[in-house]
């Protein structure tokens, strides 16, 4: 069982930053492959970023292509979201999972259970 743990939302201004954490103390985070996703009311869960377990290799949605960007510190046992240029569109409720990257996709694997509790981010003035 993987059992994931988001944090680092909150509120902040149009063209602000935030960093989002995901971390586990259930397991070893290096062995698997990490996707961000996020939904917002009234809209459908989407993939936002995902990285190997190598950390070499990222995807991205078009959407944030550009203002964020996905890392991990293994050693840490964590993998980062850093967003930067926020926009009010970009509210929404983050979770993070394990994934596998198929071409431009994050998609689901057997690893994952459950989604965790998740993490608010809120762009507003």
């Not at 994050?106 to 998740?118: I, K, N």
Request: overall charge positive; glycine content about 10%; hydrophobic content about 35%.
């Amino acid at each position: 069982q993987l059992q994931l743990v988001e944090s680092g939302g909150g509120l902040v201004q149009p063209g602000g930053s935030l960093r989002l954490s995901c971390t586990t103390s259930g397991s070893n985070l290096a062995h698997y492959t990490i996707g961000w996703f996020r939904q917002a009311p009234g809209k459908e869960r989407e993939a936002v970023s995902c990285v190997a377990f190598s950390g070499d290799i990222t995807n991205y949605a078009d959407s944030v292509k550009g203002r964020f960007t996905i890392a991990r510190d293994n050693a840490k046992n964590t993998v980062y979201l850093q967003m930067n240029s926020l926009k009010p569109e970009d509210t929404a409720l983050y979770y993070c999972a394990p994934v596998a990257i198929v071409g431009r996709t994050c998609v689901l694997t057997t690893a994952f259970r459950s989604w965790g509790q998740g993490t608010q981010v809120t762009v507003s003035s």
